[in-house]
């Protein structure tokens, strides 16, 4: 076996063709766009270099055919806060092989020992954890847009090389042709008569306002309970708008506000990989004429739940049930939206899993975000879950 680093136009090319080969008999498997993975490790495009660093490698077997690849990075601005200094790998893809695998994995972790880390999170992405996060180990069923999936393989290969669960992530399946059940708009009813606060879905037209609120409650929200937090740009929450501005529906972004002031944000989408299952990672000129034709012939009909958030003040006060109660309608309104998945929830989020379940969601993927001590006798300590 023969692994090298990614350095080259060519490489780039191996590093994105791997999945390509791995998954080529796999029907559930959808290829994540070419321009979105080059994205990650482009310094004009991923704001995460301004204070980190990110290699990348591709394994060949001995006759030269592609058979895995793994990053590996790091973020200067949690090694500086943490007494334990974590980097992480992603992006990870292998043959069921074991020793191939321990050679990725041993790749990633001598480029991070470099820098003085001492553990290594994975799979993980460079970035926001929204996308490319943690290992699917049930429901290999057709991810969402940039929503991990691997062979189920995938996860003996990280365990019998060490790595041991850091936290577990849920995602969640919600049949939209139910509806939720009728007490949760009874609640909700008492919210939205309540003068103080107020509901308002995202506008193109006003897109900066939009952008500047969620980026204030998302901040607020997160850093409350999430360990090592990175808080969140406006520049990245504009391209985002600005990049799926054909795609995304104006009524599935939804805000809270209390005496005017942004208390709440919920954001989802449609699933755009029910059409990108057709562009095997491209997005040229042909497949974007195709992406119009199907998004104005509605063929999306699933929606993606990515987050819901309050600031910790109005936390508990049913502004959740509310934003439920509008998703609701607009779901109703465009009757072509059959599923809503929500994804992911991780198990230092309790309260959240519980509303999922109590609108009747079920839990249909799970997935696990793994940590490897580098010094096999330190002591492993878990993501801590809320009592």
């Keep these: 076996m023969v692994i090298s680093l990614v350095n080259s136009d060519s490489e780039k090319r191996a590093f994105l063709d791997v999945p390509k080969t791995l998954y080529k008999d796999d029907p559930n498997w959808v290829c994540h766009l070419d321009r979105d993975i080059e994205g990650v490790f482009d310094p004009d495009q991923n704001s995460y270099f301004k204070h980190g660093d990110a290699r990348r490698w591709v394994l060949r077997d001995d006759d030269g055919n592609l058979i895995g690849r793994i990053a590996s990075f790091y973020d200067r601005n949690q090694l500086d806060e943490n007494k334990l200094m974590v980097g992480a790998c992603g992006f990870f893809e292998c043959i069921d092989d074991q020793e191939a695998a321990n050679l990725l994995f041993n790749t ?17 992405n460079f970035g926001e954890t929204d996308k490319y996060w943690g290992l699917l180990v049930h429901g290999f069923t057709q991810p969402a847009y940039k929503i991990a999936y691997n062979h189920p393989y995938y996860q003996s290969l990280f365990e019998n090389y060490g790595f041991q669960t850091y936290y577990k992530q849920e995602g969640f399946h919600l049949d939209v042709k139910k509806g939720v059940p009728e007490r949760f708009n009874k609640i909700a009813q008492r919210i939205i008569d309540n003068p103080e606060y107020s509901f308002d879905h995202f506008r193109f037209s006003n897109m900066d306002k939009y952008a500047r609120d969620f980026v204030t409650v998302f901040n607020q929200a997160w850093a409350d309970f999430k360990k090592d937090f990175e808080p969140l740009e406006q520049e990245y929450v504009y ?12 009524e599935f972004i939804w805000f809270a506000y209390h005496e005017d002031k942004p208390i709440g944000i919920y954001l989802m989408y449609p699933d755009v990989n029910q059409i990108f299952k057709h562009f095997n990672g491209k997005l040229n000129l042909w497949n974007k004429l195709r992406l119009v034709y199907m998004v104005k012939t509605r063929k999306m009909t699933r929606a993606r739940g990515v987050l819901m958030g309050l600031t910790p003040k109005y936390q508990k006060k049913g502004i959740e049930v509310g934003f439920i109660h509008f998703i609701e309608k607009a779901l109703k309104a465009k009757p072509q939206y059959t599923e809503l998945e929500f994804s992911w929830v991780g198990d230092f989020n309790p309260r959240m899993r519980k509303i999922w379940l109590s609108i009747g969601a079920e839990s249909a993927k799970n997935y696990i975000t793994y940590r490897y001590m580098f010094d096999r006798t330190a002591q492993f300590e878990r993501y801590p879950i809320p009592e």
């Design 239 to 250: 391209k985002f708008l600005k990049d799926a501005k054909m795609v995304l529906e104006e």
């Design 108 to 124: 990633a972790k001598a480029w991070l020992e470099k820098f003085g880390i001492m553990a290594m999170d994975g799979p993980v």
